[in-house]
């Protein structure tokens, strides 16, 4: 039975001036950018490069449904850590969670959930099983 | 008894090359960015402009929570119609319903929550309760 | 002899929220998000679609140079008008020129400079030559 | 006499998700986001944050100009190294060049021109003298 693996990862972003906006802080949807960085480098700690999986096996993931609660501003400069985790993951679909922190203090949480998808030849995308390699690095077995 | 406003407008927002990824549709943080765009046009039906707002009141409209469910992708050039509720406000809250098509196909729902804020003296950001001119604009008696 | 087309366009951008810095203006990398969306349109006034081009022809305008001189600050919820032109085509490259104001104060001039390319069977990117059609539109003869 | 600092600094940015568009490279606008990452860094190299100067000085580097030439596509995931030189600075404007590359590969040079400004009692931006402290880090003398 899958179970969703214990695995966590930590990683920093810096704060760019492009991502603030007029009110000094890091405009909201910045954060979903972050979410993403993270979620990749979450990849590369399991043991897969999330642009191979897109390049050699066609497989996309793609958001189904994202959210953000925004705890605390995060401003210019600052390097905020993100904690990430996966609560969720079968072969058809994963979830991530995210914490923000800067220095202890609480800036967001966030969670992702993705679907995984693969190209036909169409050039449409359509659902797909993640393939078996992907799915023991997820910790996914039968 | 504060009661949410009825009143829902549509704006219409065309697809940006730059707001396209490399899986050939819209990058999923750039949904929120036309929330904001939907949320001033909102503003604006109702009977202010949120710029005033800001500048003349010094009150900022800050995002507490954001949320977004990605039913079917949008493409570069395509015009995404946005249509915009407030099922929720008082004098310390707002939250806006956003939904967003492409010719009758639904693209996405989103909602955001947002808290009131002013400047302090020490350029910080506190609470603060809506004034009076704009409670009127979105249907806020006492 | 290919003459460069004498034709301009005039389209119009709100600015975004999302487009401003905490220095209150709009941060410098938007005004070539603004520039694609003129180039996009001056395209359909001369009667196509750039996204046709890429869809149906396979013909991308890849960027090989930009500009921008910043003239004077655009402001949250502005309208920015941009006047486009093309200075210089032949099939293998083609020059726009931006002229932004607002309310008639120039607020930046940018150029940009492109060449065509196809994407080849590898999935790589060479350079072409464009295709008729599209060369008759900018007023490139033989 | 005031001459340009021999200084150079090294960065690397890695390339989001967030940074491509459907033509499946780096969108042209954000090796100006990376530039200005590259700015920030080298003014942490030469000995003072960026961010100080603007919240304890109140001294802003707008952008007056700004320039790239793309040598060779920067895809995702790919590790990019700037190198930024000042090669002209004076107490009202400096200078910044920028050279990218991938791996040995040149992805792009830049330019950016800027003149220091200061926000005025009335919240409007004017020209400024670059102070002292910050001279001397820039190499200037009298």
Redesign the interface.
């Known amino acids: 039975m899958p179970e969703p693996s214990p695995h966590t990862h930590a990683c920093t972003v810096r704060v760019?001036?492009?991502e603030?906006?007029?009110?000094?802080?890091v405009?909201?949807?910045?954060y979903?950018?972050w979410m993403?960085?993270a979620r990749?480098e979450y990849c590369r700690s399991v043991g897969f490069?999330?642009?191979d999986m897109?390049l050699e096996d066609g497989v996309?993931l793609?958001?189904?449904?994202?959210?953000?609660?925004?705890v605390s501003?995060a401003h210019?400069?600052e390097e905020i850590r993100i904690i990430t985790s996966v609560p969720d993951v079968n072969r058809r679909f994963v979830s991530f969670d995210y914490e923000m922190t800067c220095k202890g203090r609480r800036v967001a949480i966030g969670q992702?959930r993705h679907v995984f998808l693969k190209r036909d030849p169409e050039?449409g995308?359509r659902p797909v099983r993640l393939p078996d390699k992907y799915a023991a690095l997820f910790g996914i077995g039968d």
């Not at 603030?20 to 802080?25: A, L, N, S």
């Not at 405009?27 to 910045?30: D, E, L, T």
């Not at 793609?62 to 925004?70: G, K, N, P, Q």
Request: proline fraction near 3%.
């Open positions: 760019r001036y492009a603030t906006d007029q009110m000094g802080v405009y909201y949807a910045n979903f950018v993403e960085i990749v490069h999330y642009k897109e996309l793609a958001v189904a449904e994202s959210h953000c609660r925004y501003p210019f400069d992702t050039n995308l």
